[in-house]
């Protein structure tokens, strides 16, 4: 490690805590239903929406009648994008003349694009049209996230209502989380981008002869568009396989920051905008403490193992930290700030192959998937996560104050522990058992690259990352028919299997009276309690994988002291 | 004989120790081993199925050798077993007292015969063949059949039975101080009582039911808490049971005995095993204060208290007042007021009434009597003065000064306001001003004098630290009010209040999401008792009081309030502690047990064995300790964590600091301490 790398974290880290209160109220004002100041330009857009769709942005839905709003929302995309993936060959802008997909390719790919993961068992630039990367991909990046944002908004909202059924309208938390946050900092992120050498056009790829004499094609397309919103969506499906590696896609250090920050932006900001909607900014920062301390200790984990590098290597005599895999022009230290960052959050965007990190390196990126991606977070599905984490940090640890739970005047009662647990059991479920299953199949192992604790490690991760919608992965696995259908279902499940709960709790919370604070009151803003939610997470979340990760990353490492490899 | 039963009657006092109670609980530790008690502990349940297969191992191990060790599976199918037995323990330590209890009040429940009248003649039936509305005759030296009200008479009766008291309380008809309890004897005198329960429904019944445990329901936070541990118990079953096939595919194959050990370990036994126990010891506690709460979810309830309402008298000064100064009117002489004050005083014998006697017979020279043929004026809640009819046609009155004014309108007399400055001046020191008035004429303030209880500021005072507010509940003008509850150190007070206004109190704070708790007696107070979250009726009132209240205190003092909401505040902390203890604990247990799994397959993982554990025998260490916690952690379930007064940040920074931290280090020192044990006792 050196002091340039902590420069580099502490740059970006900054820039994210100056961010977080002017996004934050910007997003509060959106969601308040407040005049912004781009209502001159977006407003009448909105207003033609409603009235287009027959919407009545005034009427108000229950937790259910939000769900289903969501899930209806969901199947239609599913199915607009699936018929997409099957017909893009008979549909314009194809100048690679891109063969239609396979169903269960098609099925994987919709998805994964539908539930904000973006995993990818394929290559996009040898994959995907620019039809369907704009109208299709593009399009779930948007709403995707703008879905997410809108759930996060309608759970804050049952937090801070008292006495009330609804939780807000989904249709209009969707269209202005898309047309007030999304839209305008793409539009001012892609012209950033372009300005720093990603590629904006329709032209075919280019082919060249390079220096070494070989045939070169040159990827081109909608590409800085797609970049901006794979980042502040925190969706992470590259453009080109080799996503934010490549030099189109991330082409200098200012577009790795700009990258990286737009992948936290919106999450921190959501911080600020919770305390600001429950009336009780400490509340925000309370959360933002305690997720700013769990990105701290991932980066200087990982940069650690990364900065140490691999003794095998050391005995051939070459010094350093761990280059394999990694782009010469990000070096070890903004490589293992972006993995933590995309796996602090949803977003799975790589700028290095997480599956060429040593292996303690590899672990962090693993453990902050199994930690529920609460560090900032997926742009909505952050906070949300954190909040059950919170709500069980209140019951555990509120008790001990003598009094029956409660968290910012709310009871916490069987019913929100029921919930609260119900959705705390997605990610063990789904990001264990599955890979239980895959390890004594044929076809669960057989596109592994690696055997061993390594390759046991890219299956755990391939289900985290599903399960969590992140989407990155540790590669070395390629898809088959059995993965494209687990790991679609997975992601599926990992998605709106989480978000029920969620919803149904912020239901139940909404209807509840508030009990007035008092000196008796567990306090859910001091640094105790962040305390108290940290070791919670560590302990409840984290160990649930500790005895899978032992035998993956964490017996790999020990292993490769030894000199054994994989 | 009344003090021996008043001995006999508090079993509850034995130690925690007593060979009985040990004895008996050691039984039941093993009758509930019953499955169908185990499955209602999701947590409890899933260990015991874990020991019943291990212990299927180890038979396969003896019958059919080369399968694993017998002498490893049956160390930790024993101790598995152990753990269940502990955990059945507690719980029945925990009930031990309450049934002890119960045994000795059900020989008080001896049959008995009742006088029932109908239609004015007496007919002897068996106490249980009475029924709600009977009238029944009790004389002296009987028991009172059943629960009622006293309808005609009043008599001295002896209640030790029930409260312990060896005092005898007069019971009479009409008032606050008409209930009876059946099972209790009357002493003298011979009253009528109108039954108010049916048999098996009565108060002595209910006490037994609740003693015992019989009708003992989950309180909604222990439900949820078992909804958490259940929860975590369904993570870790996810996490071990996948274990197994990522252990073959990693060539590093997993008996099941080790798995299972390895669950049990991780699962919240410690808070899974001691949570009934907690629940049952709270009860008791508030049982032997000589409460008796109708539920578990009143005492929780207690915890949660917001805003407590309290009774002046009786709660925050004591019972009587004390006059102190008389004020003459203008061109009165202390003669003539010190005689009327005498007069009206000599028949009124509540304490104030005598006092007023005392201090008027040191300005009065000789004997004097009050003239024959006048009639005593008793107080009453509307006329709010009392006083004497002269037989020759004149009346003397004394009270509340507004009503002492009107009164002497009333009677043509003038009223000029005289004394105002003297009756403010007493209401605003916190005294009680009376008037006191003769045919129509003002003639003296008197200064009745409250006595504030010993240490109430320091008492509020705590109360404030753990967040609660406290009401003063008064009678009295809010001049008077304000003085005391200032002196009190109390945060409000409700001055002349009266039913409505005490109810609108209570509904006013649960609107805006107070929990509130109030003691009463009278029939009044029998709405408010039910409205508030925590009501606590005085066993010394009626009936109607009772039944609507969700507590009784015995002891009949409302002081008891305040013990009762530590009590429910202990309850709770002692359940998030243990939780949080028991959480804490799966830090070392996953040191302890995973390089121990995975050290053969894999050499470098002995990096992890920090504790430097014998791999033969660290997942037996491990497994004795999680057993071992359980019954080193019985007395602070039943007791309860050290409870102080104070506000929640310094509660939590302790607990916190004691179960959390406490939770994460000691199992390293205890597995640590346990193999060093094993080794030395070559159990390895």
């Known amino acids: ?566 | 004989m009344i003090s021996q039963r008043r001995i006999e009657r508090r079993p509850q006092s034995r130690s925690l120790l007593d060979t009985a109670i040990l004895w008996r609980a050691t039984l039941d530790s093993f009758v509930k081993l019953d499955p169908r008690v185990q499955m209602r502990n999701p947590v409890m349940f899933v260990v015991e199925v874990g020991a019943a297969a291990v212990t299927g191992f180890f038979f396969r191990d003896i019958f059919t050798p080369g399968h694993g060790s017998a002498g490893f599976d049956f160390a930790i199918a024993a101790w598995l077993w152990f753990t269940v037995v502990f955990a059945n323990f507690a719980e029945a330590m925990a009930e031990g007292r309450g049934k002890a209890q119960a045994e000795f009040m059900r020989r008080t429940k001896t049959e008995t015969t009742a006088r029932r009248v109908v239609d004015g003649k007496e007919e002897v039936v068996s106490a249980a063949a009475l029924r709600r509305g009977d009238v029944v005759r009790v004389n002296a030296g009987e028991l009172v059949p059943g629960d009622g009200d006293v309808i005609e008479g009043a008599a001295s009766v002896d209640e030790s039975a029930i409260t312990g008291e060896s005092a005898p309380v007069i019971r009479a008809a009409g008032g606050d101080r008409s209930a009876v309890t059946g099972g209790t004897r009357v002493l003298s005198d011979s009253i009528l009582i109108r039954i108010t329960s049916n048999p098996g429904e009565t108060f002595l019944d209910r006490m037994i039911a609740l003693v015992e445990g019989a009708q003992r329901q989950k309180t909604p936070n222990e439900i949820a808490l078992a909804i958490l541990l259940a929860g975590l118990t369904i993570i870790f079953v996810i996490a071990v049971a996948t274990l197994a096939p990522f252990s073959i595919y990693a060539g590093a194959h997993q008996s099941v005995t080790v798995l299972i050990a390895l669950l049990v370990c991780l699962i919240p036994t410690t808070i899974g095993g001691l949570l009934s126990a907690i629940g049952i010891a709270g009860m008791d506690r508030v049982m032997q204060r000589n409460v008796l709460a109708a539920s578990g979810r009143a005492v929780e309830a207690a915890g949660d208290v917001d805003t407590l309402l309290l009774d002046k008298t009786g709660t925050i000064t004591l019972g009587n007042r004390q006059a102190s100064e008389f004020v003459a009117a203008p061109g009165v002489t202390v003669e003539e007021l010190s005689l009327a004050a005498y007069l009206s005083s000599l028949p009124d014998e509540t304490p104030e009434g005598q006092s007023i006697v005392t201090l008027a017979q040191t300005s009065i020279s000789g004997e004097v009597a009050i003239p024959a043929g006048s009639t005593f004026v008793p107080f009453s809640a509307y006329t709010r003065m009392s006083g004497l009819d002269l037989a020759g046609g004149g009346a003397i009155r004394k009270g509340a000064p507004d009503a002492v004014r009107a009164w002497v309108r009333e009677r043509g007399g003038e009223d000029s306001g005289e004394l105002s400055k003297d009756v403010e001046r007493i209401a605003r020191s916190g005294g009680t001003p009376l008037l006191l008035a003769r045919d129509g004429r003002v003639l003296a303030a008197i200064h009745l004098k409250d006595i504030l209880k010993p240490n109430t500021k320091e008492r509020f005072d705590r109360l404030r630290a753990m967040g609660i507010r406290t009401v003063m509940i008064t009678g009295d003008n809010p001049l008077t009010a304000n003085a005391i509850a200032r002196e009190a150190g109390v945060d409000d007070f409700l001055a002349e209040a009266t039913p409505e206004t005490k109810m609108a109190l209570i509904k006013r704070e649960q609107v805006s999401g107070r929990l509130v708790a109030m003691t009463g007696d009278g029939t009044n107070d029998a709405p408010a008792l039910a409205q508030a979250d925590v009501g606590v009726a005085m066993n010394s009132g009626t009936q109607a009081a009772k039944e609507a209240a969700n507590m009784i205190d015995l002891d009949s003092d409302p002081t008891k309030l305040i013990e009762i909401v530590e009590i429910g505040k202990q309850l709770l902390m002692t359940r998030g502690a243990l939780t949080t203890f028991s959480i804490a604990n799966d830090v070392a247990k996953y040191f302890a047990i995973l390089p121990a799994m995975f050290v053969i397959a894999y050499p470098a993982m002995d990096v992890l064995n920090v504790m430097r554990l014998n791999p033969h025998s660290a997942i037996l260490s491990a497994v004795i300790f999680n057993a071992l916690i359980i019954v080193a952690l019985i007395p602070l379930a039943l007791k309860g964590v050290a409870y102080r007064p104070r506000g929640a940040d310094a509660v939590l920074r302790d607990n916190v600091l004691v179960y959390g931290v406490g939770g994460i280090i000691l199992p390293f020192i205890g597995i640590k301490m346990i193999d060093m044990l094993l080794a030395a006792f070559h159990l390895t």
């Open chain 1, 1 to 566: 490690m050196n002091t340039y790398g902590w420069v580099q974290a502490a740059v970006f880290f900054g820039l994210v805590a100056l961010l977080a209160k002017p996004v934050g109220l910007y997003m509060s004002g959106v969601f308040q239903g407040e005049r912004t100041f781009l209502a001159p330009v977006f407003g009448p857009i909105e207003r033609g929406f409603y009235r287009l769709c027959r919407i009545d942005p005034d009427v108000e839905m229950s937790w259910v009648e939000y769900v289903m709003a969501v899930l209806a929302f969901g199947v239609v995309g599913l199915i607009y994008l699936y018929v997409l993936l099957r017909t893009q060959a008979w549909l314009p802008f194809n100048p690679q003349h891109f063969p239609n997909l396979s169903a269960d390719n098609a099925w994987n790919a919709s998805v994964s694009f539908l539930t904000n993961t973006n995993w990818q068992f394929y290559s996009g630039e040898s994959t995907m049209s620019y039809f369907t990367q704009m109208a299709g991909l593009a399009w779930h990046n948007f709403v995707s996230a703008a879905t997410g944002i809108a759930v996060a908004i309608a759970v804050v909202r049952g937090i801070a209502r008292t006495d009330k059924k609804t939780l807000g309208n989904f249709w209009v938390d969707l269209t202005r989380a898309t047309l007030y946050v999304l839209v305008p900092i793409s539009l001012v992120g892609a012209l950033v981008l372009v300005w720093q050498g990603v590629p904006q056009n329709f032209h075919a790829y280019h082919d060249v002869a390079s220096l070494e004499g070989f045939k070169q094609s040159i990827t081109g397309g909608p590409m800085a568009s797609q970049e901006i919103i794979k980042e502040l969506g925190t969706n992470g499906g590259g453009f080109v396989n080799a996503n934010s590696a490549s030099p189109n896609e991330n082409p200098t250090p200012l577009s790795n920051l700009i990258e990286m920050l737009a992948i936290f932006l919106i999450g921190a900001g959501l911080t600020y905008t919770y305390g600001r909607m429950v009336r009780d900014q400490r509340q925000g920062w309370a959360l933002f403490a305690a997720m700013s301390v769990l990105f701290v200790g991932g980066f200087a984990a990982s940069y650690a193992a990364e900065a140490a590098g691999n003794p095998l290597v050391h005995q051939l005599a070459v010094a350093g930290g761990n280059l394999e895999g990694k782009e010469q022009r990000f070096g070890v230290a903004a490589s293992a700030l972006f993995a933590t960052v995309t796996t602090d959050t949803s977003c799975g965007a790589v700028n290095a192959m997480h599956d060429s990190f040593m292996p303690l390196g590899g672990l962090v990126p693993l453990a902050n998937m199994q930690l529920g991606e609460i560090v900032f977070g997926g742009v909505g599905t952050g906070l949300y996560g954190m909040i059950v984490f919170v709500v069980l940090t209140v019951f555990i640890a509120g008790l001990m104050v003598g009094r029956t739970p409660e968290y910012l005047g709310k009871k916490i009662e069987r019913r929100e522990m029921q919930l609260a647990i119900l959705a705390a059991l997605v990610l063990p479920v789904l990001a264990l058992i599955p890979s239980a299953v895959s390890v004594l199949l044929k076809a669960g192992t057989a596109t592994l690259g690696n055997n061993g604790a390594h390759g046991f490690s890219e299956i755990l991760y391939m289900f985290a990352s599903t399960t969590e919608n992140n989407g990155s992965a540790f590669a070395g696995i390629g898809g088959n028919l059995y993965l494209n259908l687990v790991t679609g279902a997975v992601m599926l499940l990992g998605r709106y299997g989480f978000l029920i709960p969620i919803m149904a709790l912020a239901g139940s919370l909404a209807g509840k009276k508030s009990v007035p604070e008092t000196l008796g009151t567990f306090k859910t803003h001091s640094p105790i309690f962040v305390f108290l939610l940290l070791g919670v997470i560590v302990i409840v979340g984290l160990l649930t994988f500790v005895p899978a990760d032992a035998l993956g990353p964490i017996v790999e490492q020990l292993q490769l002291q030894q000199g054994k490899v994989f």
